[in-house]
């Protein structure tokens, strides 16, 4: 083979992982943030079911599991460069945003459910706006509720983690072959 062939080539250079890794790691937050709501959930419905709708409050606690479950199984595969951690990630997240639109939709219409919802107490705007952070459960409370600011608060995390899972940089790290660190010959000299 001809040395000149490859002469004007650039050296391969591994695609920055910054992007992936900020993926994986609001993954992570956002089926941490899953857990814990669900958790406040069960813990709340255990010490008063009467306050609670019951196939809502079911709805919840699985739904947040299982996207607590997809999104931390999807940042394992991410990490793993698999593609599959990426489609993982824009599915479970573009849901929780779905939901956050329609919590933010019927907000901004003034919507009134036509039965009464048992859910937990409507508090200050800050708190409905703090509580929707905890994942499925959260922004349920904020549909429930209809708060804006509560469903405004609850879309900023699956937002930012569809945007870094679904972006051209995530695509490109986990796509290219992870770079082999050279071992030297143990002949060969080192300087």
Do not use: K
């Amino acid at each position: 083979m001809d040395a000149t062939v490859n002469a004007g080539a650039a050296p391969y250079s591994e695609p920055s992982g910054v992007s992936a890794t900020a993926a994986g790691a609001l993954g992570l937050v956002l089926g941490a943030s899953n857990l814990i709501g669900a958790g406040m959930l069960l813990i709340a419905f255990r010490s008063d079911p009467d306050e609670f709708d019951n196939s809502l409050t079911i709805f919840a606690t699985l739904g947040a599991l299982l996207l607590a479950f997809a999104l931390i199984y999807g940042a394992i595969l991410l990490f793993r460069r698999d593609e599959t951690g990426r489609y993982t990630f824009t599915v479970a997240s573009g849901l929780m945003i779905a939901i956050a639109l329609a919590a933010l939709a019927c907000s901004l219409t003034h919507h009134e459910f036509s039965y009464g919802i048992h859910w937990f107490d409507e508090g200050t705007r800050a708190a409905d706006a703090l509580q929707s952070t905890f994942g499925l459960v959260g922004t349920l409370t904020a549909l429930v509720h209809t708060d804006w600011l509560a469903g405004l608060t609850a879309m900023v995390v699956p937002l930012v983690t569809f945007r870094t899972a679904a972006s051209s940089y995530t695509a490109r790290w986990v796509a290219a072959p992870p770079r082999r660190r050279a071992v030297p010959h143990p002949d060969e000299p080192v300087y």
